[in-house]
């Protein structure tokens, strides 16, 4: 379980999709962008309109149950993109770096690029914007909702 959670709003999560499209800008021209499902679309999308790419593929690797981790299965694999050269492949984050092993292996020429990424997987990506702990589960805007929290004094101790 994570200690402590890192909270993206749609805003951000646009900001921060934006931020990654203008590292990527001069590193192209781009034949296409690979994304990761279903973490890596919205950011995929997001940075295909920036680049102005319109071929975009996806790739589907199943690691999590919600917090809990298993063995990856790809259950959709990329049905263009070759060796991968002069594609992007986008996700949403790496984590311990399992998924982008395996992206990488059947796309070993691509640039692999996230928004967020943790010490363990970092080695494993070219590009990406911010870094979080280890122990930080990030959670996107389509896992959460907003919803009320009670006054700050209410959740205090009486002295
Ligand atoms: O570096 P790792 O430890 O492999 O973790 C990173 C992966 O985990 C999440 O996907 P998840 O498997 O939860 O699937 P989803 O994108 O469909 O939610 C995230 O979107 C990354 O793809
Ligand atoms: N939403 C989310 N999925 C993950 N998969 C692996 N790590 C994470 C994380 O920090 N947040
Ligand atoms: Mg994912």
Redesign the pocket.
């Known amino acids: 379980m994570a200690q402590r959670y890192f909270t993206v709003t749609w805003d951000q999560l646009h900001r921060d999709s934006k931020a990654l499209a203008w590292r990527l800008l001069d590193l192209g021209p781009w034949k296409g962008v690979v994304a ?5 679309l919205i950011p995929a999308a997001i940075i295909a309109r920036e680049l102005e790419c319109r071929i975009i593929e996806t790739v ?5 149950d919600e917090e809990t ?1 298993g063995e ?1 299965r790809v259950v959709k694999p990329p049905a263009a993109a070759g060796d991968g050269k002069g594609w992007l492949i986008i ?10 092993k395996v992206v990488r292996a059947m796309l070993p020429h691509a640039h692999f690029a996230t928004i967020y990424a ?1 010490p ?2 970092k080695p494993l990506v070219d590009t990406f914007v911010t870094e979080v702990s280890q122990d930080t589960w990030i959670l996107f805007p389509w896992d959460t909702e907003v919803q009320f929290i009670p006054p700050i004094a209410k959740g205090q101790v009486a002295k």
């Open positions: 990761i499902t279903r973490g890596g589907s690797v199943v690691t999590y981790k990856p996700d949403d984050l790496v984590d311990t770096g399992t998924t982008a943790k363990a997987g």
